[in-house]
């Protein structure tokens, strides 16, 4: 039947910011934030919550109803600001789902990683006969290392808290996973950190002091200068080429998944591939959720009726470093 996406799951935390209250932390006028950001509102996880328990909670929903023994493997892909430093989450998150049978490890790229982790899943499943199951999890806390009051980290004032998961299988009676592209430019590899916690600045009381513990743009103006101009065009490429290597071509995508930008650079990727806004999930009330986004969105498409049999999909992303990926999936729709 073919490796495909199963099942998915989302979990929220029941925190929400507005863009009216986003307004007040930033200066930025809320109109602004809804028109320009293309954010309406977006979760925020408490001090209960962390992105590990984000990712179990999703788990669960993705495998509603099938035996959590049947897992082989457990991956997660989700932000790497985790509950802990030098810490995997992936032995909790088998551990607290019970997929006793499962072994399970952590890939990450950042905010491109969805796409790459169901190119790996479709790899593993297809070179290995002894994997049925996959379970992809991933959560994100990365509203916590945001300062507002940093004007360098502007762009990623976005960023959001959530959960999702999606069960990949050998004979998926849902969708297909066709092919992938990946695209990476090293150029970008010092524009986008947190300055301290790792081994070059460790956690002193000078790091605290200085704020040093929050994601940052080195130089954002330089920065802009040298992505704006190849953005679009790695976007469009990876996803060209993903549908190339798979039969097909921009005309055929019924959806497109893509991560949270800001609206004007979601509507140039749709002039780039000639796609109508209506072709596209668009997360205007979640925001940016790190590698997450193109897996909700699925979600979404699914509990909407927005996929039919035969129907193409596109999960796209990017991740700081900076890295463009995209995968192809073809839905069947047919039910379990």
């Known amino acids: 039947m073919g490796i495909g996406i199963e099942a998915t799951g989302v979990f929220f935390p029941p925190g929400i910011e507005t863009a009216a209250d986003l307004a007040v932390k930033t200066g930025i006028p809320e109109q602004v934030i809804i028109e320009k950001f293309g954010l309406v509102q977006k979760h925020v996880a408490d001090e209960s919550l962390h992105a590990s328990d984000l990712a179990i909670a999703a788990g669960r929903q993705a ?7 049947t897992i082989d493997v457990v991956i997660y892909f989700g932000s790497p600001h985790k509950d802990y430093y030098v810490w995997s989450s992936a032995p909790k998150i088998q551990h607290e789902l019970g997929a006793k049978n499962a072994y399970a490890f952590e890939i990450m790229n950042v905010s491109s990683c969805f796409p790459i982790a169901l190119k790996v899943a479709k790899d593993m499943i297809a070179s290995d ?8 999890v991933g959560g994100c806390k990365e509203s916590q290392i945001v300062d507002y009051e940093n004007p360098r980290s502007r762009f990623m004032f976005n960023f959001a808290d959530g959960g999702t998961a999606a069960l990949v299988t050998r004979d998926s009676s849902q969708s297909e996973i066709l092919e992938s592209a990946i695209l990476t430019d090293g150029s970008f590899h010092d524009d986008v950190r947190t300055p301290a916690g790792g081994s070059k ?3 002193s009381h000078e790091t605290v002091e200085k704020n040093l513990h929050y994601i940052d743009v080195k130089d954002p103006q330089s920065m802009k200068e040298r992505l704006d101009p190849v953005s679009i065009s790695n976007f469009d490429h ?3 080429k993903a549908l190339h290597k798979s039969g097909y071509t ?3 995508i019924k959806l497109l998944l893509p991560l949270h930008t800001k609206r004007s650079m979601f509507k140039e990727l749709l002039q780039s591939l000639e796609l109508p806004e209506e072709n596209a999930i668009y997360l205007n009330h979640h925001g940016h959720m790190s590698a997450l986004d193109p897996c909700i969105g699925l979600h979404f498409a699914q509990e909407k009726g927005l996929l039919n049999s035969g129907d193409l999909t596109v999960a ?5 470093g900076y890295t463009w990926a995209a995968t192809v999936v073809k839905w069947k729709g047919e039910k379990r």
Do not use: K
Not at 63 to 69: M, V
Not at 129 to 136: E, G
């Open 250 to 252: 921009p005309q055929d």
């Open 316 to 320: 796209v992303s990017a991740g700081t």
């Open 238 to 240: 990876v996803i060209r």
């Open 201 to 203: 600045h460790f956690a």
């Open 63 to 69: 495998i509603e109803g099938i035996d959590p023994l």
């Open 129 to 136: 006969q002894s994997i049925q199951n996959i379970l992809l």
